[in-house]
């Protein structure tokens, strides 16, 4: 099959033809027809997470069942699926109590094995994880939700609680920030966005943004007072860096809710986080790591009822050739919405 290969960390990616896998006791091969191209890639890509080389990324994926392993009761080929990006084991306390999302055994495709910037990809504990697509929603739609929006969703709903008629700040308006904007404004909250890039901030408007701010050196906590009053309820930081963790922490009012999505690896050293505003304000700070397979039926009835629109979020499709150049310069990618990926694309 035809793979984007990378073969250390930092080196050129390569489109090339790799032995197709085989599924795994428990597990099914899916044929891949929709797959985002995801920071966390990136993050792989650079050297970031623990993985072996050569390896494939590729984490956010939908398509179809082509082959199904020993052992699974609940799926068979041909069946349309999706997947969370971290796969729970679906047998420990953790994954029987609906939250896979934190396995001490989780696998997930792209990081602990072979993902799906492929033809095919291999997927762990398929009756534990898969998650059917429903008929009125498309592959692309599906691949949107299996990392970014999925998180987004639990960030908001799952962690923070967010409530109608609360103000919750998005700093960084990429996949995971513009999926929380859209998220808050079905859940009736009121979102402001923050993102150095204008084109950026013009999207989250046209998603649901009531307010936008231009993080351009400006301080950002006080912009978000003078239009809230006294903070907002909810902050996320949708970046991953020591910046925009402290303008979504101090962004805040008092007893308010942070919740930290973007990724803060130790490689760029432990950020500083205020935590005498924590202390003093009765800060809530909160992480949320993907979502359990679980917990999509709730996201899933939305979308399919229209009052969550993943799909307006997937800007541009490429082929694996694109990606692999795409992909070196993702963290500095100025391209704002989410970029899909068709594997069977020539
Ligand atoms: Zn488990
Ligand atoms: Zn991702």
């Given at each position: 099959m035809r793979a984007l290969v990378i073969d250390a960390v930092r080196s050129t990616p390569a489109v090339r033809e790799v032995p197709a896998p085989s599924a795994p006791d428990g597990g099914v091969v899916v044929e891949v027809r929709a797959t985002g191209l995801c920071r966390s890639d990136?993050?792989?890509?650079?050297?970031h997470d623990d993985i072996a080389f050569p390896h494939v990324p590729g984490h956010e994926l939908a398509g179809v069942i082509a082959e199904v392993g020993a052992g699974v009761e609940r799926w068979q080929v041909g069946d349309r699926v999706t997947v969370p990006f971290v796969c729970g084991c679906g047998r420990c306390a953790w994954c029987l109590a609906g939250d896979a999302q934190v396995c001490p055994h989780q696998q997930q495709p792209g990081f602990t094995h072979w993902g799906s910037f492929a033809e095919r990809v291999a997927l762990h504990a398929a009756d534990a994880n898969l998650v059917r697509i429903p008929d009125g929603v498309g592959f692309a739609t599906a691949a949107a939700l299996g990392c970014r929006f999925a998180t987004a969703y639990r960030a908001l709903v799952g962690r923070a609680r967010v409530q109608p008629g609360e103000w919750v700040t998005v700093v960084g308006a990429g996949g995971v920030g513009l999926s929380a904007?859209?998220?808050a404004r079905a859940l009736g909250a009121r979102a402001i966005a923050v993102d150095r890039n204008p084109t950026a901030l013009e999207l989250a408007a046209s998603l649901g943004a009531e307010r936008a701010i231009l993080a351009d050196g400006r301080d950002v906590p006080?912009?978000?007072?003078?239009?809230?009053?006294e903070g907002s309820h909810v902050a996320v930081d949708a970046v991953g860096s020591e910046q925009t963790a402290a303008d979504a922490v101090l962004s805040l009012r008092r007893r308010g809710r942070h919740v930290q999505v973007g990724l803060?690896?130790?490689v760029d050293g432990h950020p500083r986080v205020p935590m005498s505003r924590v202390i003093a304000w009765e800060l809530d700070l909160l992480g949320s790591h993907g979502m359990a397979a679980a917990d999509y039926p709730g996201m899933l009835a939305l979308i399919e009822q229209g009052v969550l629109e993943p799909q307006r979020l997937v800007e541009r499709t490429v082929s694996l050739e694109e990606a692999a150049v795409l992909l070196p310069g993702f963290d500095r990618s100025s391209a704002p919405g989410v970029t899909m990926i068709d594997p069977l694309r020539g």
């Open positions: 990136w993050h792989a890509w650079a050297g904007v859209m998220i006080a912009e978000v007072a003078a239009i809230t009053g803060l690896p130790p």
